[in-house]
């Protein structure tokens, strides 16, 4: 059975809010990291204007993966839903580390 991951992405300012306040609750994109439900997002906020992050971050749950078997998605491309979105504070360390550790021991639903 597949073990956990779990994935730091890069999100775009336009899309950071949208996402973690679940009106974007999907994402699209490359398929280059084995996406699959149940790994863990480490979602970092991106200023592509400024090539830096900026100070907000989150940790969110991949949901259903849809590998456009069925049309309607470029090649090479993944949709999947976001779920379970947890926004981090300065106390973030700790909880990423649990999440990393609790990743490698789980495997994914």
């Not at 090539?51 to 969110?60: C, F, G, R, V």
């Not at 090479?76 to 976001?82: E, H, K, L, N, R």
Request: proline content about 3%.
């Amino acid at each position: 059975m597949r073990k956990r991951q779990v994935h730091e992405l890069k999100v775009d300012l336009d899309y950071y809010e949208p996402l973690i306040s679940c009106r974007k609750n999907f994402e699209v994109r490359r398929n280059d990291r084995d996406f699959a439900e149940g790994d863990l997002l480490f979602l970092r906020e991106w200023d592509s204007g400024r090539h830096a992050y900026t100070n907000l971050e989150a940790i969110a749950q991949v949901g259903y993966v849809y590998d456009g078997t069925l049309g309607g998605i470029e090649e090479g491309f993944i949709a999947f839903s976001v779920e379970q979105i947890c926004t981090l504070s300065d106390e973030w360390s700790e909880e990423y580390a649990a999440a990393v550790e609790r990743s490698s021991e789980e495997p994914a639903p």
